[in-house]
């Protein structure tokens, strides 16, 4: 009994299938392979903010494992420049009208003017981004309309 099995040999084992768990995991998911790694790097290494974010799906994989390669304080600026910025041309895309409708459209000087006077009388209150659009948009927030002594100041035309 104390030789147990020293003397009966090695066991025939059959090769193991190799399994590429990354990929695995990616099909059950339904996403790519390389998702399932950022994932993990983002886990690791992301702040909460980004992934509340992600779960939420206000922030994409990529854009996520992206930030997390910054400190994680500039992670969160970051991400705050970008979700304003991602808003911003929310909006713009809204506002635009489409070719077939005809809106009543302002002045553009009467508009400029306007903006500078208000930037005269509050530094920082009016704000210029740069966007993506091949047109230039100027969005006017309502404390500017409400601060005009009446919309013709604006000449509507």
Do not use: W
């Amino acid at each position: 009994m104390r030789a147990g099995g020293k003397l009966k040999g090695l066991a025939n084992l059959p090769e193991a299938d190799r399994i590429d768990v990354r990929k695995e995991i990616a099909r059950a998911a339904g996403v790519g392979d390389r998702n399932v790694s950022n994932v993990r790097a983002i886990r690791q290494t992301a702040h909460p903010t980004l992934v509340r974010a992600l779960k939420e799906g206000a922030l994409s994989i990529n854009r996520a494992h992206q930030l997390c390669k910054l400190p994680k304080a500039e992670q969160l600026e970051q991400f705050v420049r970008y979700s304003e910025e991602r808003a911003t041309n929310r909006v713009i895309r809204r506002s635009i009208p489409q070719p077939k409708e005809k809106k009543a459209s302002l002045d553009v000087l009467a508009v400029l003017d306007v903006l500078q006077r208000q930037e005269a009388r509050q530094p920082g209150s009016v704000a210029v981004r740069v966007g993506r659009h091949k047109r230039t948009v100027v969005l006017n927030g309502e404390d500017l309309s409400a601060g005009l002594p009446s919309q013709h100041e604006l000449k509507l035309q």
